[in-house]
């Protein structure tokens, strides 16, 4: 019998683009899956910002017409491979729709993506792969399983799809004309016709509803989002899919982030050589103007800035009361933006504030920091505290979703009640510990000790790839 087909469909997959997690996992979970003998091949679109010289991308097949929306549009095909796998990536290219440099536009992307997941099984015919599954990530391409439980696409008619929910908070909602866009319309399917009732549609409920198998990444979330609270607004969708939904915890790219061969810090180290850690936060303190103290607790943030993530929490009261220094990188909501740049201005002595997207200096931020902050309000994985542990880095993090599936008090602190006293008794906790040396330290071997590879998920998807397709390999 023959390997497994698999191919994945995403808007996002590092180090092509990246705009969050989603694309860590895309990129990190392949050669998992490869290691188990899956064939498995992925499908993005070819934005403005990928480079095809630093990518070596080759273009296989040009000008392929995709008919939409009561006009067509041609299409060409681009390849290449994961970083040092021979794992193939196809990227689609559409000026009109992807030429532009950013992931994410805005209110045209449920078009875009439409047209993306359309596209997909035009490209299947010409590329010569009939997939047994078809992965799907999120909102983008999520219509895919739609298209796939149409009839007329009969090269890819026996595909299952597989519908993974990284985050439910982007749904993509549009009015039921972006179907057009899709050669369909609200009586194609009936899940169509259902959701048009209300007067939108929403991509998320049309993967939820036309996939064979459903997930989320981390068993906590996974039963989040069937309560009223964490739902989204869609708990009773998907209570009413839970026979086919899971929850899989998401795993690391352990190669990339490992403390002992990591290229981007200064002082590489390891469980048995703690001490040259302090190396790092002396050496990141210097980068980044703050007063070099390798005795001050040092606090990082690595993250998107949304809503999501919670660092209200983090403001002028805390720094006041507690003695600690903070360092945050990212880009995001404004509002967030000009949060963090207000309190660096405020606290020149303790807070820095990177508002730029930096992979080097992120890994430096892990290496070098003592604690890592994420109270968010709901989270789906979170991978931030996981990399973070491998660099003996504690997290302090709200007990929600991944987060509570993956830290635990022997490893870092948590707390349940949003509220900013629980949290500044969380740092309060934490700032002790740090100055029990005994205790901290045996709570850092532990936490660089824990197993986050892909292996156990890969195993978890290679599961219900089989099952849906009752496959042997
Ligand atoms: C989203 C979620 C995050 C998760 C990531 C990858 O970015 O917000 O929690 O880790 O997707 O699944």
């Known amino acids: 019998m023959d390997n497994l087909k698999v191919l994945m469909v995403a808007a996002e997959i590092s180090p092509f683009a990246k705009a969050g997690g989603l694309a860590d996992v895309t990129g990190s979970l392949p050669p998992a899956l490869s290691a188990l003998g899956v064939d498995v091949r992925l499908v993005m679109p070819k934005y403005g910002s990928i480079s095809e010289k630093k990518y070596a991308l080759k273009r296989i097949h040009k000008d392929i017409d995709v008919p939409t929306g009561g006009k067509i549009i041609k299409i060409d095909i681009y390849q290449g491979a994961l970083p040092r796998t021979d794992i193939p990536v196809y990227f689609i290219d559409c000026p009109e729709y992807f030429g532009d440099k950013e992931i994410y536009l805005g209110e045209k992307d449920t078009q875009r993506f439409i047209f993306f997941s359309l596209s997909i099984l035009y490209i299947l015919p010409i590329i010569e792969f009939k997939p047994d599954v078809v992965h799907a ?11 796939i439980n149409l009839s007329n696409f ?3 008619k026996d595909a299952k799809t597989l519908y993974t929910i990284h985050n439910l908070n982007y749904q993509g909602q549009a009015s039921p004309d972006v179907l057009k866009e899709g050669n369909l319309s609200a009586s194609s399917l009936e899940s169509l016709a259902t959701d048009a009732k209300d007067g939108d549609i929403n991509f998320m409920v049309q993967g939820i509803f036309n996939c064979q198998a459903l997930n989320t990444v981390s068993p906590t979330y996974a039963k989040e989002i069937m309560t009223k609270e964490q739902g989204s607004g869609l708990h009773r969708v998907i209570k009413k899919n839970k026979h086919k939904l899971l929850g899989i915890l998401n795993g690391l790219d ?10 981007n810090i200064c002082c590489n180290f390891s469980v048995e050589s703690l001490d040259k850690k302090s190396e790092n936060k002396l050496a990141l303190q210097r980068e980044l103007g703050l007063p070099e103290d390798k005795d001050k607790p040092l606090l990082a943030i690595v993250s998107r800035l949304a809503w999501q993530k919670g660092f209200e929490l983090i403001n002028s009261e805390l720094l006041e009361k507690l003695d600690f220094q903070l360092i945050v990188l990212g880009t995001g909501e404004e509002k967030y933006e000009n949060h963090f740049k207000d309190l660096a201005e405020k606290f020149p002595e303790k807070v820095s504030a990177q508002i730029k997207f930096d992979l080097g200096l992120a890994q430096r931020i892990y290496a070098g920091s003592d604690f890592f902050l994420m109270p968010s309000r709901y989270e789906p994985c979170g991978l931030g505290q996981m990399i973070a542990m491998r660099y003996g880095s504690l997290p302090i993090v709200r007990y929600t979703g991944g987060l509570a599936d993956t830290v635990n008090k022997k490893v870092g602190f948590s707390f349940k009640t949003f509220s900013q006293k629980a949290f500044y008794l969380a740092v309060n906790r934490a700032l002790k510990t740090y100055y029990n040396k005994k205790k901290y330290q045996s709570m850092q071997a532990r936490a660089m000790k824990v197993d986050f590879s892909w292996s156990r998920s890969a195993k978890k998807y290679l599961n219900i790839y089989r099952k849906l397709t009752k496959h042997k390999n």
């Open 137 to 147: 990530h999120d909102f983008h391409s999520a219509l895919v399983a739609n298209f």
């Open 154 to 156: 009969t090269y890819s």
């Open 254 to 263: 352990i190669s990339k982030f490992n403390p002992e061969t990591d290229p």
